[in-house]
Structures are given as structure tokens and as C-alpha cells.
């Protein structure tokens, strides 16, 4: 006879692990079903997490979560081929509790600490599982089946956190194979570097992080970004990219890596460093337009499953992904009272996340995707243009500003135009602001 839970949870990452946090701290019977050898084995992001769903779960977490640092400096850097513009703010206030809720992790710790609070919770958690398939009752998503010995589960609800390339989602019928252009392959590399060493190169006092992004050319005039993230004795160095702009140029993603790595301005932060592990990742970052359906009978979607990626340049993600699996454990609670799992009654799901940052966000960005794809000069020839600008206007010499000024305002007019620019600054404000 096949085992029976309250709910099955598909994925051990911060949707599932919040989910099932929630529902066993309400006595509900949990099961998740882990693919990786341990929670977090699998997983990769840049190394931001943001913590205001955790911190209600478990609150003043970073006491005992494997933190690696608070945040408290951003900087945002446009790149040309050699040279750097930059907005850097540092606020000290965020480190004060609870620390502007933006936390450097790595994965492989957090997701492991996570999942053992779920378990203290009462969930089960069952690694190395691979869910193939559904239980169905008259299209009515009833358990799993799950490639190990007594493989079939049954549940109340299942509930599908699996990330950005959720094969069970399409299994489902709630969503086709994603397009190249809505999906985003992430490259990191962890490099080592002291702590002190850390702290000083990045103008840092103890526990205090710092996030740097890198636009325009950081992967050699094609659309995609940059990151470094400082952790307590490494820093989290990566590269994102759509796959349809990998296809279609045939670039490699090492190859991209390894160019912004050697950026004159990204290269003098990384040396002496020594790299300890490298990762790729699938990121879901069509935005709202591109969200598959998230609920069926006896099914709710969350997280990377669900497309829930702000695609602004606030690129949060975590707590998205956390927000959602409370949701879903609370609709599932509330749909075991009723003894109801239809559609219907877990269309309450959709409307938390409506009535949330979640869906309000998502669709306040919603055409940042497609204003990037359609706009390819922000990577190349717009930081070209701008840094070329800046080095006119700081280059001492023996001509009047009047002379300089003069130069300047030719040089951007004759390769800018000056209603494309405008046209795409107005864009932009719905991506930034």
C-alpha cells in the first residue's frame, strides 16, 4: 500500500524547504522529495539572499543560519572593453538587525541548514529521490511516483518547487518547454581569498558585504551581466546570459566567464584568488508574460517552476521563491480543512501572490525582458559611447572646456542618435525605478 501525506513537496531548494518549514510547524503530515545528494547540492545562485519571508519564519535567523555576510555596499558598473563607470553606495545603517534583510550564502550551507529546520519541524526530507511522474484519479493529481523501492506516494497536494527546468510542470500540462530567449544560463565560480584580504579590498568592516553588478560590455558587447558577491573567505564570481543569445552567437560559457574575469576593472578585484568550484545554473527570466498557469487539481507551482524572477535590475529571486512556498503551505492547509484540493480551491495560492509584492512586482517589470532583448546597443555601443564621453571630459589638456564641451556633444551626436537614446531612457526608467 502506498504510503499517504497531508502534502508532497518536489524540491529541496528555499520555495520547497519554506513550504514544508510551514506546514509541518502546523502539524500538517510533509514528504519532500530531494534529487540532489543533499539539499543544496544541486542548487546554485549568485549568493544574495533576501530574508524578510525567513525572517518571519524564523525569526533573527542570521543568528544561527550560515550567513556569509550582511550587505551593506552595492555598486553598479557600466563596463566598455577596458574601461569602468560606477555608482557604489555604502549604507552603515544595514548593519544594524535586521540588516536591510540582504545576506551573502552559499547554497550548498543554507539549503542544508534550511532543510534540517523543516525536519526539526516535523517534514520528512528524502534525498537522492527523482520524481518521475503523477498519481492521477480523473486528471486529479493524487501522489508521485518516485524512482526508488516502494516508489508510489500519495498526498492531499503536491506541491512543485523543482527550479527553472521543472520537466514535472510540463508533465503537468502547466507549462511548454521554456523558450531560449526566457531563460537565462548562470555561470559561477567560487574563489578563495582571506577574509582580511576581503575586507580590504572591497572597503568592508567585519560581517559587512558587499554586491557588485556589472552591465553593458562585462561579456564582450552581448546581452548579460556580471556579478561579484563577497562571502566570509570567498567571493561568489559569475556571468549571466539568455541561452538564445548563446545559440545564436555560439558562445561558450566558459569562454564568457573567463573575458569578464579578465576585465581590466573586474581582474584587479579576483587576483590572488584561487578558484574552488564552478557551477552553472538555468534561471527562468521571461518575467510575468512568461509565468506558466500555477495551479491544477491537487498541483500549485512555486518558485523557479513558477517563473517567479524579478527580471528588474533588483534581480531578487530567494524571496519570490520563499513568499510562494509559504503560500502554497498555506493554501494547502487551508484546502485539508475543507477536505477540497481542486483547482479552485487552490486558486487561492495565485490570489495570495496577487494580493503580494510577488505579482505586484513581477508585473510592474514585466517588460523588462523584451526591452532588453529589443535593445542590444546597452550592451555595446551605449557603454562604448559613454566611456569614451567620460575620457574626453577628464582628459587634461591645453583646450578651453568650451572646446571640450564642443567635442563631446559632437562625438555622442553623430553616433547616438538622440531620439533612439530618449526612447530607450524612457524605457529603461520601467526596469530601474
Not at 544560463?185 to 579590498?201: F, H, M, T
Not at 538622440?418 to 529603461?428: G, Q, S
Request: charged share 25%.
Amino acid at each position: 500500500m502506498a504510503d499517504r501525506f497531508d502534502c508532497i513537496i518536489v524540491g529541496a531548494g528555499p520555495a520547497g524547504c519554506a513550504a514544508a518549514y510551514k506546514l509541518a510547524s502546523d502539524g500538517m503530515s510533509v514528504i519532500v522529495f530531494e534529487r540532489g545528494e543533499y539539499p543544496g547540492s544541486k542548487n546554485m545562485s549568485g549568493g544574495i539572499l533576501y530574508s524578510t519571508i525567513l525572517n518571519k519564519l524564523i525569526p533573527e535567523f542570521w543568528k544561527e543560519a550560515p550567513v556569509e555576510r550582511h550587505v551593506t555596499r552595492r555598486r553598479y558598473s557600466m563596463l566598455s572593453k577596458d574601461s569602468e563607470a560606477a555608482l557604489d553606495v555604502n549604507i552603515n545603517a544595514f548593519s544594524e538587525p535586521p540588516y536591510n534583510n540582504s545576506f551573502t550564502v552559499l547554497r550548498a550551507k543554507f539549503d542544508r541548514w534550511f532543510a534540517k529546520k523543516a525536519e526539526d519541524a516535523g517534514a520528512l526530507i528524502v534525498t537522492e529521490a527523482v520524481v518521475d511522474g503523477f498519481i492521477t484519479d480523473n486528471e486529479k493529481i493524487t501522489g508521485v511516483k518516485v524512482r526508488m523501492e516502494g516508489g508510489e506516494v500519495l498526498a492531499g497536494a503536491v506541491i512543485l518547487a523543482d527550479g527553472a527546468n521543472s520537466l514535472l510542470s510540463e508533465k503537468a500540462g502547466l507549462r511548454e518547454k521554456p523558450a531560449a530567449k526566457e531563460m537565462i544560463l548562470g555561470v559561477k565560480e567560487i574563489i578563495s581569498l582571506p577574509k582580511e584580504v576581503i575586507e580590504d579590498r572591497f572597503s568592508l568592516e567585519g560581517g559587512q558585504g558587499a554586491a557588485l553588478e556589472f552591465f553593458g560590455q562585462c561579456l564582450g558587447g552581448f546581452a548579460g551581466q556580471g556579478f561579484i558577491y563577497t562571502n566570509a573567505d570567498c567571493l561568489s564570481v559569475g556571468i549571466g546570459c539568455p541561452i538564445s543569445v548563446l545559440q545564436e552567437n555560439g558562445l561558450k560559457p566558459a569562454g564568457l566567464i573567463e573575458a569578464f574575469k579578465k576585465h581590466p576593472s573586474v581582474r584587479n578585484l579576483l587576483r590572488g584568488g584561487r578558484i574552488e568550484e564552478y557551477g552553472a545554473h538555468m534561471i527562468p527570466e521571461g518575467g510575468f508574460s512568461a509565468m506558466p498557469e500555477l495551479t491544477k487539481d491537487g498541483l500549485i507551482l512555486c518558485g523557479d517552476a513558477g517563473g517567479l524572477v524579478n527580471p528588474s535590475l533588483y534581480k531578487e529571486g530567494s524571496n519570490l521563491a520563499m513568499a510562494s512556498g509559504v503560500f502554497a503551505a498555506e493554501t494547502v492547509i487551508e484546502a485539508k480543512k475543507r477536505g477540497d484540493f481542486s483547482k479552485a480551491a487552490l486558486d487561492a495560492y495565485v490570489e495570495k501572490l496577487e494580493n503580494s509584492f510577488v505579482l505586484k512586482d513581477m508585473k510592474r517589470f514585466k517588460d523588462a525582458p523584451e526591452i532588453l532583448r529589443k535593445a542590444p546597443e546597452l550592451f555595446k555601443e551605449y557603454p562604448e559611447e559613454l566611456l569614451e564621453l567620460l575620457r574626453l571630459h577628464f582628459t587634461v589638456s591645453e583646450a578651453s572646456k568650451d572646446e571640450v564641451h564642443g567635442e563631446l556633444r559632437r562625438s555622442f551626436k553623430g553616433k547616438v542618435p538622440a531620439w533612439r537614446l530618449l526612447k530607450n531612457l524612457w524605457k529603461l526608467r520601467r526596469i530601474i525605478s
